[in-house]
């Protein structure tokens, strides 16, 4: 063998022993790779639970104080409602109390009032009136000129 040919050998060892160490190389960072995500998935899934545990919890807390500023809300509104029909009853109360009094005895603008509202209604009707002791009108349902005889 000539110097030559150990040359070639020693290069083709060279060549080969690179190719090794490439190999070798990949294979532990795959190997490294491979235990760094035995070891990391696991606590990732632990802190993907934990991350949405918390976001649950932010999300019930916020939705609990939806649910009393709503309760508040319509309580308040309640309390006002309540105030304005007190206040609604009190002023009834008062202008029932000032046109009672003002009518008691006010027999005149009574019967004034019952006569423009019957004579007001666009109705064809006739109102007799008797006086009867009581005090009580006594109205007369029919004519006896509207009553044909047959």
Not at 61 to 75: D, G, H, L, S, W
Not at 108 to 117: A, E, F, Q, S
Not at 137 to 145: K, N, Q, Y
Request: charged letters at 25%.
């Amino acid at each position: 063998m000539n110097y030559q040919d150990e040359k070639e050998k020693l290069e083709d060892l060279k060549i080969g022993w690179h190719w090794t160490k490439i190999l070798i190389s990949w294979g532990g960072l795959l190997l490294l790779l491979t235990v760094f995500g035995m070891w990391g998935c696991p606590r990732y899934s632990v802190y993907q639970q934990n991350l949405e545990g918390k976001a649950e919890l932010a999300k019930a807390t916020q939705n609990r104080q939806i649910r009393v500023q709503e309760a508040v809300a319509k309580f308040e509104s309640a309390l006002y409602e309540k105030q304005a029909d007190s206040t609604r009853a009190v002023g009834v109360a008062i202008a029932n109390q000032i046109i009672g009094s003002s009518l008691r005895e006010n027999e005149d603008y009574l019967r004034w009032l019952w006569i423009t509202d019957v004579a007001g209604a666009n109705v064809d009707k006739t109102i007799v009136y008797v006086p009867t002791e009581t005090n009580l009108p006594i109205l007369e349902a029919t004519r006896s000129s509207q009553v044909k005889k047959e």
